[in-house]
């Protein structure tokens, strides 16, 4: 691949009629080069019990062959065909009210001897089938896998052997957990009690962790299966996606990728693949910010630090997003200033019937043409000529924002507050550095390499370890900068709190400690209300940033920095405004060097690498009203027109609008 | 029956001690005529297995007798006793947690072979032990009859048998669903998957729909039972009830009817009788508006274009329906003047336990004299005098409103908004109708006669066979008005949304087409906010009525109007305020040559017909302020005081007043 | 015991690390003199089937007899280990969905006689392991017993049992609650249907109130158990608890004791202990009003006419009751000043792990001192000096306000409001009781004394027996005020509500009486709102206090006032305003010669005397900001500070402040 790649998914099985002929020669009006295909479909590529058809496959593959698009071919596990349920009943998982009933996709249980008897056949017969086809580019692995929240007989007897394993004794798990606590211990092995009914947070959030592992576990058994049949240049993908933020429309219209996955861990995961890949829905029209997609893409170039693949994004799907003229092109954009080599979209066409008929592609039903797709058509003609230009933008990020799944789910069990979740915070902290264009990476605590970076942000970090500890100290001794949210640094990985000062470890680091929290009530911090959670922090060589303003807890600091060896920690101990925030990301930014670019949210500004165009900076204007700023770089070219700007120069934007600036050598 | 009904339910069975007496004279006290017994009391007839007890009834046909009071006699099936359910437990239909357990009404499968085995034997033993008692008028079969949500391994097979029967073929099955998507597909019908955990929409709702036939069929079963036994002046109802709105008060205290009955089709059950019954309930004291009481009306005497009865009505349910003085007397003149032939209070006296205690009765729990009794006695008086003036009321409406079961359901799946179901839309723009005092038919699709009419309202007719289409075109050019409401012929009648341009079949029709639909946001239409929905119209032909007012959606319009052949149809893109809906309401009974009434709600006039009368204009006051109008009609006599009005005279109203104006022929 | 008892309930068994001796020291330095262990240990009393370990008990005796602390033991039997559960697995009840799952406390089947088995062995091991320990003062049966919804086939048949006794014939359980109704009645007793589906509310509340019998005869059975063992010195209490009313918060962290429990007859199961005792939990911080405090404090004095102990209250517990300085005490005075005579934490530390992590202990997470743990230390320094001269505190109050549980129930079935539930009009009536410092008991209507009282408060009594009726009504004429809610005297103990006039037995008594009632709408009495329930009063003898204004309700009186025999009943119609109550009950409060104190909330007051220091008067300042009032005793004594104040004087109050003054003779 030496090109961008553009496309969208495709499924001509769910066609009304036949218009493969058709559907193609649109895309390729389009300007598109690749298509998804084949995930989902299983019970179409195997309508009975090892019978194959892949007379859909086949089809596509000799229009794509003809008409030179590229090919990834989707293995179709995501849900399982009826025969295999009848004839199998156990492959579907328990669910709170006994076994999952047959209809939905996703409720099967992936441990199940059944079921990966028959997904290994109908891998092994698919990808035999493509691989070696010359368009086929590369392999995507399931869909979205996640562990389903999935119980079963197998997964009980499984998560007591990885105990074992794990602890030995019996004393030793009850140690960890504390389950003597309301009688919960065991002192013997088969007394242990199904999973489904346990209330001791820890021991459920290990299980959750377990399940996340068996869900990893599953995709890395895809790519040994199909890595036996895969040609060399073949790429294995997944599509990673993130937590599901509904907004209450009901049904499947509803909800976009807010924030941290939390049912499979995408760092375990990516070990199963050989380029990342995601899928980011995300709200647009007036509420179209670009957080979700920087956020998304910062998350899934983490995993690999490296270029990504958008495997899905909205084209115009359901009446909440039907994007405003120059939306959907700015969305294209956004992915690749993030770091994305491919964007393809969900979907090419919108289904008729099913479950999702309003998730519509980009043709609506009348499979017309339409401005939604005109407008995709002027983005694949600019890739066309630019794509090039454009592709495998690499960044060297100074900053990065620390993520933890465990904390996620320990903050379910012991809620900060019923209307803040561990996603929120993230999304507080991580929106604040976005909205000044402090590039970031996304990285998980467990891949964390420290030395990358001059400054870590931790949000909510409520669950780390000993090691984690020392080495956030030992980084902030050498010279780095640390700023942390309240409820971090709080319990150990089996989610004890910590029995001395908090917070735990990091009181020296941080110069103060904290013993109590309170509900906020009335109080405010620098002038604004203090939300959802004060810890009451007590100074000792930090200075305070801020201090409670309340008739009780004024005694106390809301905030505080602290010099410690050779840099620097922050800690803020409430939800402050997105304003004070950003007073601390902007001291905290200086004393790490970094640069803070003067134009804010709704212009953002995201730069990188690319080998054929040297230093890029994408400026986008995520609002409907026009705007300018002065040129901050010294001599640019704008990519897309060819017009100069030098510093000071002023760059207009209309609404919507997207500005590529190519740093031009002075000898240019 | 050559006189109008007026009556109450009774329950001596409930009764805390032996009142029969003073219970009927009472009645005879308020004018009363008739009284439905029997419905619901199983276990009190057939205490035990095949032991039958008769002597309730006996009782009460003595004192009917005696008293020369009618009276209908109900079968006792809507509640199953408890000696069944043991010996039987399949009897109890399975629910989303397992078998339902005894104890609510209505929780049986009632294709049960075991269930209809008994049903049958007491339905028997019943209808001979009273058919040919002189004061027994009538059957009720069953009671509000509907699917109940039923689902058993009956109805699995029943179920699966009806498709086969339909289909063919699996592929046929596949196709017309979609069942490809998600793996859904089948390819031999022994893998046809239990229908509670399914996800297609389509073929959920042709469940639905197998359901709703089930139920009706369950009707004309009973029917049949019955007419075997009863005297040929006997006549065979029932009680058909609408969609039951909740309002959120809890446990029995809470809903009313408010719109097209989603669980079972009136229109394939009217077959089961010889003359349609309703049950309808509606807010009061404030919040009584008529509207209720005219929807059901129009529902219900469309389904055989006849007079029908109100087999229950409300009394002085709970707290929330205390009725004002003179609303009492307003509900019993509003049912006459939809058609009404009967007017049946539930209930006679209160329950004292059990769980309706609080759906109070005409007597309160003291079982004395109270305002409400003594207002029923007004209208008993008055019923006496003047009743066979009444009855018989014939309307020849030239407006119907079309509804359609199949597209509630399909929009269930599909929400327009979480906020805005099907009968929203329908209540909308019924309402609007109401309230300018176009009287309208409302009638399901599947049994419209289009020739009988001059102006059809379609709100939210989603699901639309080629058939229908074709025939609303024809209607259109021929000359007929049509008024559309958004989301209206979108998808065929499995709910697969139809290919090409929308309208399906009907752009020329309409003039205008779309193929894309947003959330309305900020956008305005004539200056009031677009609500819930906006498809982005594209006039062809058409003339805009009003356009989109917002930044990026005003290129379109929002309600269009289109001359077609002789005719005309109008398309409103969104939810309007309901103003608006009035000026297209008033410009298209113009172009149907309807007359439009110069008073609005809350003065409400319905019209027709009488053999003993004339022509009666009954007129409503809906308010609690004194008002007045100007008298329409050339000559008129008030029906009740005898007064004149000549065309211009001022008519007075009191609170909640009701006036009927009989026409004078000039030589009177 | 010969001083008050000061301490806190300790789990050595969850703490992260042995530190035992450094617990015993703190406590000590707290001034507390006992501490509540061992109950829900059971999985580390009997680690396996038959194998007893009591190590943990021992090394705590042997600290509490070194350190000359005393020992509540505590049953462990509320949380059964893992290994019963699976050896026995019909020890779990059903639930809604089927058998309970483990893991939560409080699931399991108490009648299940394999439960029975296993818990009389580790109860009577314990008991004899621990009485004769000399620093055991006493034992704890179980924890915060109820019924738990307890559904199961041992239930159901004593259930059936319970009612062939009570009833003897079918015939009168179908009359008793109206089963005929729906089809619900039987005629055989092996038709008695699963009572997990009953909807006769009267029937369902018969159920419940059995199952409130079994779980009083459970603390019965351990009462006997432990008796075996004790010696005479030895107490026997249970922690009775409150009606858990949530606030939202979700998970653990969430409710505080409400009103009336739900689920289990303090009443009746008041005769398993001899001492009561409680669990009061309340909001603090600006919330903070006292009345959670007096309202439990008067309930559980009540049930023995004596005095009780707190056996917990909280210390810290999770983010909303972090207390502002002042208030642990304030907290802690308050109890003495309802008769409590032991006031114990919950809990001396923080769990780190586990459930209920966030239901913090007096000390934190870091296990060390912290200013809510420093102002315990002041109570204890206080109470070591003067605790004698509180303990034993005794009230005659002449006022008592009636509570029903039946009543509470048959609430839920039949609600006023979805707004309103039975306690809310409890706490209605309660509160104004209590900020007007008129000081009452709280007591069951089925262990009314009514000849010890001037003054009855009956709130929503909407269940009660042809017997009490009697008694109130011979109470009124002999002299005694009464003061009734709305939706009293309403139905019999089977729910069936009377068939006369309303209220039942009563309407000579009120001068009144009513058969209709409304939902309030815009109803407005005394000037203000009338809220949820309007009952629609006709005096007969009765004044009226206030009619209700509205147009149409404006004919009905709101509160009746009427004198009957030497005494007076006052009748008030619907939710009023506090303040339009509390001119009633000053009304009512110099009718029945009762004083009423010029202070009212937040200053509040509370009374008794004591054997070793006479009369004594706490006052409390319930608010953030400081306050005085004038001295209303002749001559008085300031007990902590030794300050005198006589009539007239001004009392000073600090912010949350305590002033406790002992009367003082004038030869003093």
Redesign the interface.
């Known amino acids: 691949m030496k090109e961008l790649l553009f496309g969208t998914a495709y499924?001509p099985?769910?066609m009304?009629?036949d218009r493969l002929e058709t559907d193609i020669a649109m895309m390729k009006a389009a300007g598109m080069n690749v298509i998804r295909i084949a995930e989902?479909?299983?019970?179409?590529l195997e309508?009975?019990d090892g019978t194959f058809d892949f007379s859909f496959i086949d089809r596509v593959l000799e229009a794509a062959e003809r008409e030179g698009l590229s090919v990834i071919v989707g293995t179709?596990t995501y849900?399982?065909?009826?025969?295999l349920?009848?004839k199998e009943p156990e492959v579907m998982a328990l669910g709170?009210?006994g076994r999952?009933?047959?209809?939905?996709?996703q409720l099967m249980d992936i441990v199940n001897p059944a079921f990966r008897y028959h997904a290994e056949r109908v891998i092994r017969r698919l990808a035999e089938h493509t691989a070696r086809h010359p368009r086929v580019i590369g392999f995507q692995i399931d869909n979205e896998t996640k562990h389903y929240g999935m119980a079963s007989e197998n997964v009980q007897e499984l998560f007591v052997a990885y105990l074992k394993e794990k602890f030995r004794t019996t004393e030793n798990l009850n140690r960890a957990?504390?389950?003597?606590?309301?009688?919960?211990?065991?002192?013997?092995w088969?007394?242990?009690?199904?999973m489904?009914?346990?209330?001791?947070?820890?021991l459920a959030c290990e299980f959750g962790k377990f399940q996340r592992t068996l869900a990893a576990q599953y995709l890395v058994w895809q790519r040994d299966l199909v890595s036996e049949y895969k040609r060399e240049d073949q790429f294995i993908t997944h599509n990673f996606d993130f937590e599901w933020k509904k907004f209450?429309?009901?049904?499947?219209?509803d909800g976009y990728s807010y924030g941290v996955q939390p049912d499979i861990s995408h760092y375990e995961a990516a070990e199963a693949v050989t380029v990342a890949g995601t899928d980011i829905y995300h709200p647009t029209?007036?509420a179209l910010t670009g957080a979700e997609i920087a956020f998304g893409g910062d998350s899934v170039r983490s995993l690999k630090q490296d270029n990504y693949f958008v495997l899905e994004c909205q084209a115009?799907a359901f009446?909440?997003w039907?994007p405003?003229?120059g939306q959907l092109r700015l969305h294209a954009y956004s992915h690749l200033a993030s770091g994305a080599d491919a964007v393809l979209y969900w979907n090419w066409h919108?289904?008729?019937?099913?479950?999702?008929?309003?998730w519509k592609g980009l043709l609506?039903?009348?499979?017309?043409t339409?401005?939604?797709y005109e407008e995709a058509c002027q983005i694949g003609r600019e890739w066309k000529e630019k794509g090039t230009l454009l592709r495998q933008l690499k960044k060297k990020n100074r900053a990065a924002l620390l993520m933890d799944t465990q904390s996620l789910h320990a903050l379910r069990?012991?809620?900060i507050?019923?209307e803040l979740s561990y996603n929120d915070v993230v999304r507080h902290m991580y929106d604040a550095l976005y909205e000044m264009n402090i590039e970031c990476d996304v990285v998980d605590v467990h891949g964390l390499e420290e030395e990358r970076y001059d400054l870590l942000i931790a949000p909510a970090l409520y669950s780390v370890s000993e090691d984690l500890i020392g080495r956030l100290a030992a980084f902030v001794k050498r010279g780095g900068v640390l700023v942390s949210s309240f409820r971090s640094f709080v319990?150990d990985e089996?989610?004890?709190?910590?029995?001395?000062?908090?917070p735990h470890g990091l009181t020296d680091c941080f110069g103060m400690s904290y013993?109590?929290?309170?509900?906020p009530?009335?109080t405010k911090l620098a002038g604004e209300p203090a939300r959802y959670?004060c810890e009451l922090l007590r100074p000792d060589t930090a200075e305070t940033l801020a201090a409670y303003e309340h008739?009780?807890w004024g005694a106390y600091s809301g905030a505080t920095r602290n010099r410690y060896g050779q840099g620097c920690a922050y800690y803020i101990g409430t939800y402050t405004s997105p304003e004070f925030l950003k007073t601390v990301y902007a001291d905290a930014a200086e004393k790490a060097g970094i640069p803070l670019p003067d134009v804010r949210w709704p212009l953002i500004v995201r730069s990188g690498e690319t080998p054929a165009a040297g230093v890029l900076h994408y400026i986008f204007n995520y609002s409907?009203d026009e705007r300018s700023m002065s040129c901050p770089y010294e001599e640019t070219k704008e990519l897309l027109t060819g017009k100069r700007y030098r510093r000071g120069d002023t760059i207009a934007f209309k609404d919507w609008d997207v500005v590529i600036l190519q740093e031009v050598k002075n000898e240019d």
């Open positions: 499924y099985e769910y009304p009629y989902s479909t299983w019970s179409t309508p009975q179709p849900a399982v065909p009826a025969w349920a009848r709170a009210g999952n009933l047959y209809g939905r996709r957990f504390g389950l003597a606590y309301w009688s919960n211990s065991i002192h013997d088969k007394d242990f009690p199904d489904r009914g346990c209330v001791n947070a820890g209450g429309a009901d049904i499947a219209q029209q007036d115009q009446k909440y039907t405003y003229p919108s289904i008729h019937n099913g479950y999702e008929t309003y609506s039903h009348d499979l017309e339409n401005p939604t069990w012991f809620p507050d019923k319990a089996h989610l004890s709190v910590y029995a001395d000062a908090a013993n109590r929290f309170t509900e009530g009335t959670f008739k009780y409907a």
